[in-house]
């Protein structure tokens, strides 16, 4: 069978926790995760006529769900800037609060709440590609060869990549321990 023989509903059957928990990973809200998977799927609607199978379909979602959540933060991150930047000049009497995440992954167990809050607070101060590579290996534990190909680097670059993430987590948790 195909991938043109394929209906939508059999993609989102086998791909939708893989897209939805990637989602959540980097957006770490479930809303936002749960609207990333309907634009990953609607995507794909659109898109699979160009697929042209140069790595596998799997690889590709994983592309599809990376792009569209990153794009997602960078935006938020530019309203954010733009929201201060307005704050700023409108009323620079009144205090800038910037809300603290509370977010908790629901595959956590209830007594690693607080643990895996912190540690998905260190994951997002990562650079985007040190970020990426340690979530699809330690969150939805993919080898470094499938990383490489969603990635398009070499596996010696996501071993690399991924040694750099957990060194710079260890620092930054290091940091948080140090100072609570």
């Given at each position: 069978?195909?991938?043109?023989?394929?209906?939508?509903?059999?993609?989102?059957?086998?791909?939708?926790?893989?897209?939805?928990?990637?989602?959540?990973?980097?957006l770490?809200?479930?809303?936002?995760?749960?609207?990333?998977?309907?634009?990953?799927?609607?995507?794909?609607?659109?898109?699979?006529?160009g697929?042209?199978?140069?790595?596998?379909?799997?690889?590709?979602?994983?592309?599809?769900?990376?792009?569209?959540?990153?794009d997602?933060?960078?935006y938020?991150?530019?309203?954010?800037r733009?929201?201060?930047?307005?704050?700023?000049?409108?009323?620079?009497?009144?205090?800038?609060?910037?809300?603290?995440?509370?977010?908790?992954?629901?595959?956590?167990?209830?007594?690693?709440?607080e643990?895996?809050?912190?540690?998905?607070?260190?994951i997002d101060?990562?650079?985007?590609?040190?970020?990426?590579?340690?979530?699809?290996?330690?969150v939805?534990?993919?080898?470094?060869?499938?990383?490489?190909?969603?990635?398009?680097?070499?596996?010696g670059?996501?071993?690399?990549?991924?040694?750099?993430?957990?060194?710079?987590?260890?620092?930054?948790?290091?940091?948080?321990?140090?100072?609570?």
């Amino acid at each position: 069978m195909t991938t043109t023989e394929i209906t939508l509903a059999e993609y989102y059957n086998q791909f939708h926790k893989m897209v939805y928990n990637t989602a959540l990973s980097y957006l770490q809200n479930i809303e936002d995760a749960e609207e990333i998977t309907q634009d990953v799927f609607l995507e794909l609607h659109h898109s699979i006529a160009g697929f042209r199978a140069e790595s596998s379909l799997k690889t590709w979602i994983y592309r599809i769900t990376i792009n569209k959540s990153l794009d997602l933060i960078k935006y938020r991150k530019r309203k954010k800037r733009f929201g201060i930047f307005n704050s700023i000049n409108l009323d620079q009497s009144a205090p800038l609060k910037i809300p603290e995440s509370d977010f908790h992954h629901p595959g956590v167990v209830l007594e690693n709440k607080e643990k895996a809050a912190i540690l998905f607070k260190a994951i997002d101060t990562l650079p985007e590609i040190q970020k990426t590579v340690f979530i699809l290996s330690k969150v939805e534990g993919l080898g470094n060869v499938e990383i490489g190909e969603i990635i398009k680097k070499s596996v010696g670059a996501v071993e690399s990549l991924n040694s750099r993430a957990r060194e710079n987590l260890k620092k930054e948790l290091f940091d948080y321990y140090n100072k609570n």
